[in-house]
């Protein structure tokens, strides 16, 4: 029993670096109708930066870690965030915004573009080895309930997780842009036609989902190594809960996001690790297979790519 | 009369060019035009499934090691001579392509495109699961080409196997050209291209949408297959890491960089791709700039030149010599 709860625990907070991941591909895809294959690689940068603005050099040897913090680690990690969402707002706004009015396919290979100039412009600053990433707390901290150990990291990363999706629901909920934003979702030229702003809009909605995207960065850095392409594979788990989820809502890539990582630790434990990503597509396979538009199903199919 | 001569210049170019290249630089260039023909033939199945049924593979990378896995399966445990193991394996790939239509059919835009690129990470996946056959992680080695050895002859080295590979290849590439370019004129490619626009249209004329839907996977995954057991025989071994997430998007990239729609395009956004980072490489010694190079183009590519490299003027000449398809719009 213990061991049930316990990886679910883990598997809950997997997930919930999943479902902001996810949050990140359902929002951009809402409001510009577009499946950002950047979306991980423009992530990836933020624990570079902050691991740079941490040391304050470039060359990130782990000694250096220990013996030289120029910067407090809230500080250095809210940096990181502020620059991708730089880095977001200047790929919509150079990339993306040119090509909106064509198929979406351009935008999508414009994406895959941005991935690659990226994933390779870092490894040209950085360059390409595996780095070490401060977590919040120390990694063997942690307190025991009833024979559950539970580390004092992942109830920070659930708590940030938690935090982050509250306010962005009442972001959306409670405030003006926030009606904008959704009416664009809904339908983009009625939104138009009453005066809302679309480009402003697609801007917030690119800044806000790189942003989601950099802290689940973040907090996946020091769980998994720190190197170029280390997004790549949480994006397409993205993907994956995205159409767990269905593509139409943002509670949907919640829902998918955390079945996904529930079921991913599961799975390693009690049958084996060997089968946990071949299990993640196949599942996806599975569930297109019964139902065409993901679980929950998207209301209009007005776009394609 | 004057296409057809030129046509004569480009085929004789072709034929000497390893040759020349021979004469004039070492053979590594020799393996990067194959590693292009092999490439060419790749984008040409990936640009026939999305330019004229509509359809998006990011998963060819997969098709692409059930060619190599099959056709070196072929060759070195049953012992089959390398045409007929080729060809087998594109046909076994493309009973792949096949199964993978049947989810496929109903499913558009980015699903598609999500469920062909998973598809895409659970082979490469999957072969070293399946150890006794494949070789694990350390993959098989294939036997390379010697058809055209005789060729070389005059040359102080006695095999050239680069250079039978590029013989190879080149033909296989032409017969692609020539068969995907007539397909679309036929009855079969009337009825692809009106799956491109409405399928209920397409269904109220009478066309067998999910039979023309399969077809299509069928053919592409077939032509998939042919290049990647062309590929596996050009190396020489074959591991499942070589099959990743990118041997699938280069494709896809080189299409839209030279040009949807058409062959001549694929044909010419495999060699900016392939080669750009080579060229760059032999000028700038920093390391990753050939890539971020090839990625800022690519998109000013896709900004600019929406049509790919194909639509702006000077390639005209070169358009002209090779069979040309519909350019999508």
């Known amino acids: ?305 | 009369m004057k296409k057809k001569s030129i046509f004569l210049v480009f085929g004789i170019v072709l034929l000497v060019f390893p040759h020349i290249l021979l004469g004039l630089v070492q053979t590594k260039l020799l393996f990067m035009i194959n590693l292009v023909l092999i490439y060419s033939i790749l984008t040409i199945s990936m640009n026939f499934l999305l330019a004229y049924t509509g359809q998006l593979s990011l998963g060819h990378g997969a098709f692409m090691a059930v060619g190599a896995y099959s056709s070196t399966i072929f060759t070195q445990t049953l012992g089959l001579p390398l045409p007929f193991s080729i060809i087998l394996a594109g046909m076994v790939t493309g009973l792949a392509g096949y199964l993978i239509g049947l989810p496929a059919l109903r499913l558009k835009g980015h699903y598609l495109a999500i469920m062909t690129l998973c598809f895409g990470i659970i082979i490469p996946e999957a072969i070293p699961l399946w150890k006794s056959v494949t070789g694990g992680f350390i993959g098989l080695e294939s036997p390379k080409f010697h058809y055209f050895d005789f060729i070389f002859s005059y040359r102080s080295e006695s095999t050239i196997p680069d250079g039978s590979a590029y013989y190879v290849c080149l033909i296989v590439l032409a017969a692609v050209c020539f068969f995907t370019s007539n397909l679309i004129n036929s009855r079969t490619g009337r009825a692809f291209s009106a799956l491109t626009g409405n399928e209920s249209a397409a269904k109220s004329l009478g066309i067998n949408v999910v039979r023309y839907k399969l077809l299509a996977f069928f053919y592409c995954a077939f032509f998939a297959g042919i290049a990647g057991a062309l590929y596996a025989h050009l190396i020489g071994y074959i591991e499942p890491d070589q099959f990743n997430f990118w041997m699938s998007v280069f494709p896809l990239l080189m299409m839209f960089m030279g040009g949807v729609g058409s062959n001549a395009g694929c044909i010419i956004g495999a060699f900016v791709i392939m080669l750009l980072p080579d060229l760059v490489t032999t000028f700038v010694a920093i390391p990753n700039m050939p890539y971020i190079l090839l990625s800022l183009s690519l998109i000013l590519v896709l900004v600019f030149l929406p049509n790919g490299i194909v639509s702006s003027r000077p390639v005209v000449f070169i358009s002209l010599a090779l069979p040309e398809n519909r350019r999508s719009e």
């Open chain 1, 1 to 305: 029993m213990e061991d049930l709860i316990q990886t679910l625990v883990i598997g809950i907070t997997m997930g919930g670096v999943y479902a902001l991941t996810a949050i990140g591909i359902v929002l951009l895809y809402k409001c510009s109708g577009i499946v950002n294959f950047a979306h991980g690689s423009i992530s990836m940068m933020s624990p570079y930066i902050a691991i740079t603005m941490l040391t304050g050099t470039f060359s990130l040897l782990t000694d250096d870690l220990v013996t030289k913090q120029v910067m407090p680690y809230w500080l250095a990690i809210v940096g990181g965030l502020a620059f991708v969402i730089v880095i977001g707002l200047m790929v919509e706004r150079l990339v993306v915004r040119p090509i909106l009015n064509r198929s979406h396919l351009h935008a999508v290979l414009a994406c895959l573009g941005v991935l690659m100039f990226l994933e390779y412009t870092v490894g040209w600053i950085w360059t390409d080895d595996d780095r070490t990433f401060p977590p919040v707390f120390n990694e063997y901290s942690f307190f025991e309930i009833k024979g559950v150990f539970i580390s004092y990291n992942n109830m920070a990363i659930l708590a940030i997780v938690i935090t982050s999706i509250i306010c962005l629901q009442l972001f959306l909920t409670r405030t003006k842009f926030g009606l904008a934003m959704r009416c664009t979702a809904e339908d983009m030229d009625a939104a138009q036609m009453m005066g809302i702003n679309y480009k402003k809009v697609l801007a917030v909605s690119w800044a806000f989902a790189s942003a989601l995207g950099g802290l689940a960065a973040v907090l996946l850095a020091p769980q998994l190594l720190l190197y170029p392409s280390f997004m790549m594979g949480v994006l397409i788990k993205g993907f994956v809960a995205t159409i767990i989820g269905g593509f139409g809502s943002i509670y949907g890539a919640i829902l998918g996001g955390v079945v996904l990582g529930v079921l991913e630790s599961l799975l390693s434990v009690y049958v084996s690790t060997q089968f946990k990503s071949i299990f993640a597509f196949s599942l996806v396979i599975l569930i297109l297979s019964i139902n065409p538009t993901g679980l929950i199903p998207e209301r209009k199919f007005s776009r394609e790519v």
